[in-house]
């Protein structure tokens, strides 16, 4: 069999298909290469107008997930879209439950200005107006009208009493008794005792006409009360109208287009009257708040609380990194001030969902969900189609503190979600909800195809990467060069990797080397330079493991031939970086019963996967060789020197190899490594890690005494199209020194290893006789005549059966 030639081990970019000399020729892509599927997705779901078209984008870490739908939303938001202000102001009526007001984008602070700006003029007008001379004389004059009315009326009264001998005489303010008089002086209890019954009948007769007289002239005093503070109400309106009417009316005119604010101005002018005593009185809790809240502004039962503030017309797109409750759905402040606790609308925080609103949120899928409260509160907020800002603490605690429910917000807001497939379909199990707020999902593939033109379009995805990350630009060889690698991560010559973090994090470490050789651009040496760098940050596990291999710690052997024994490879992962290890696979045999005992699997060593393998391999014996007879030898199978679990049947291939040895008594050739897999019918079939386990061989041979030239590794022909290798092993290759074979059949590898023909039946299921199976079948015949001879004999020795 011959060995594979070179363009079948690596996939080289050819210059000649990338048209440019450096990538600063290159036009930068707006959007991430070959995720045209998940494209796809988020342009049907932004530009579905109903509710539930929410997206989860689906794959692993360092796909580009965010990145591509930053880009998209940058360069596809629908620019017919408005976006608002939103504000908080106070409810005169309903103080706990402050109303909301939506302004188209910049209003929400010209609102503000202009309401700080009457307010300033009020805080400096209202007590200079109320305190000058012109209205302290209406004031007094009101004041003074009503004093005489009310004196007047009880002078009437007091005047009809002394005619009776009876004095009005005032107790308390606003309390009166009308007294029997003894001359000048009232009487006491005796001297009114002395009169006769007739004059204390006579006394008491008029002081209950009085009395009635009295009430009336209360009632009159009451309603000339109410006048009198009607008549200040008005002369204060008047006032305050003098001084504030023109602006407000000013400012109504200004938003007559906004029902919600003029309606709020026209609260804000019938409300001034009333809360008069805000502007000439000091209070306390006003300018508490104000001092501990850092708002020196006062009063702050006029402020605007501009929530959320859109400086420009484009829709919102806001990324979410750290989405807890309070920052999503935002919060109610509270200041402490000589211990009391206050809080009132203008302290109501937004969340980032406000700021979303009327746009697009990007969230990672995992942190919302490691948030308490967060994904039922978001699930309802979806649901509903509005934001209402609760306490938390409410929900935490069962103290029944008092809070402020402000107004809900109308929420229109298209959720982006990322995450990995097992927490997609962890949600579509077991949230119900899910799919139908989450109708899209954006699935993000891997890998693309690797033609002349995707090879330009990861040119030009480079060429982005280098822009945005203002590195320096690299030549059409380093560019090649990290295509080679791209096809090396996606296992497989004619695919490309998808993983944009891992390229950049690639061209931030060429960069690094080109800018430390004082180069201008990045050139293919660099990007060997920082791949090579990587590597060894990565490898110090592996280097105990060749130390091992090379003190002879671990038995290997790469030379020379042994019965039952072949070089198996598998692949070792340290957290991100594989490396690929030889492994002593042998077999014994011995006479029984057939059955072929897997020591890995009966010491619990061995994982699912592996032990199918071994019995899917004792299948393919059986059918081979116990068809019409039983096999009368068993044999055991191991993994030398392995002292922890191993899963896969990777290595079937070779322990079939190794038991055809140990059952033929034909030795194995032991500068030969193989991997793969194989099915009951002798088919091989392909592995993963292809790349690292003949690489793994490769550093083994150099380790036992260097290479030979007959050394090699046997591969599934599957596999072929997965090869990447490294340009060592390229080289020695070329040199002659090693070489790579493939299989389609077990009976291929079996020839190569034990360098005879494997055999093929003839019609009565005969091999021949010099094949590796014949010498089996030849074995196994003897071993059943030496049964029958013993039953034979055994039979011979027992009367009973005669």
Known sequence: MKSLPLNQLYKVCVLKDLPFKTTRQLKPLAEIVGQNRAQSAVRFALAMPHGGYNVYAVGRPGLGKRTMMLRYLEHHVDADHQTHDWCYVANFEEPRVPKVLKLPAGKGNELKQDMDKLMARLMKMVPQTFDSDSFLERAEQLKNGFAKKQEDELEKIADQARRKKVSLNITTPGGYRLVAMNGDEPHTAESFQALTEAQRDKFESEINKLEKKL?????????????????????????????????????????????????????????????????LEENEEQAAMAYASLDKKTPRRYLVNVLVHQKTDEVPVVVEDNPTYHNLFGYVENVTFKGTVFTDFSLIRPGSIHRANGGYLLMDAIKVLEQPFVWDGLKRALRSRSLQINSLERELTLSGTISLEPEEIPLDVKIVLFGDRETWMLLQEYDSEFAELFRVTADFENEMMRTDESQLLYAKFI????????????????????????????????????????????????????????????????????????????????????????????????????????????????????????????????????????????????????????????????????????????????????????????????????????????????????????????????????????????????????????????????????????????????????????????????????????????????????????????????????????????????????
């Open 463 to 802: 060429a982005s990467l280098v822009e945005e990350k203002k590195l320096l630009h690299c030549s059409n060889r380093a560019v090649a060069r990290i295509i080679e690698h791209s096809a090396r991560m996606a296992e497989h010559q004619d695919r490309l990797s998808l993983h944009a973090a891992d390229i950049a994090n690639l061209l931030r470490e060429s960069d690094y080397w080109a800018r430390q050789g004082g180069a201008n651009m990045i050139s293919n040496n660099h990007v060997d330079q920082a791949l090579e760098s990587a590597e060894y940050r990565s490898s110090r596990i592996r280097d105990h493991f060749y130390d091992a291999i090379r003190d002879g710690t671990t038995l290997v052997s790469t030379s020379g031939t042994c019965v039952g024994q072949v070089n198996g490879l598998s692949v070792l992962s340290t957290g991100g970086y594989e490396f690929g290890l030889s492994n002593r696979i042998t077999a014994t045999c011995y006479y029984g019963d057939g059955g072929v005992m897997d020591i890995e699997r009966d010491v619990k060593l061995g994982g699912n996967l592996h032990s199918k393998g071994v019995m899917i391999l004792s299948s393919w014996l059986s059918a081979h060789f116990a068809v019409t007879d039983p096999m009368n030898l068993s044999a055991s199978l191991t993994m030398e020197q392995n002292y922890g679990e191993v899963d896969g049947d990777s290595a079937s291939l070779a322990e079939l190899c190794a038991l055809v040895s140990a059952l033929s008594e034909l030795p194995v050739r032991q500068d030969l490594a193989l991997t793969g897999s194989v099915n009951q019918f002798g088919e091989v079939q392909p592995i993963g890690g292809v790349n690292e386990k003949v690489e793994g061989f490769f550093a083994t041979c150099k380790l036992t005494g260097g290479l030979t030239g007959s050394q090699g590794v046997i591969v599934p022909a599957t596999n072929v199209q997965n090869l990447m290798l490294n340009q060592e092993v390229i080289q020695a290759v070329r040199d002659g020194n090693f070489a790579v074979y493939s299989v389609t059949r077990a009976e291929e590898a079996i020839t190569l290893l034990l360098g005879k023909p494997a055999g093929k039946a003839d019609d009565k299921g005969r091999y021949p006789k010099q094949s590796v199976f014949g010498m089996i079948q030849q074995r196994l015949e003897k071993m059943r005549e030496h049964e029958r001879q013993e039953h034979a004999r055994d039979d011979s020795k027992d009367p009973s059966i005669h």
């Open 215 to 279: 009430r009336q002239a209360l009632r009159k005093v009451t309603d000339w009360e109410q006048e009198y503070a009607e008549a200040q109400q008005a002369l204060n309106e008047e006032t305050l109208e003098s001084i504030s009417g023109e602006q407000l009316e000013a400012l109504i005119a200004k938003y007559a287009d906004q029902a919600d604010v003029v309606s709020y101005l026209k609260a804000v002018r019938s409300d001034l009257s009333e809360s008069l005593d805000i502007f």
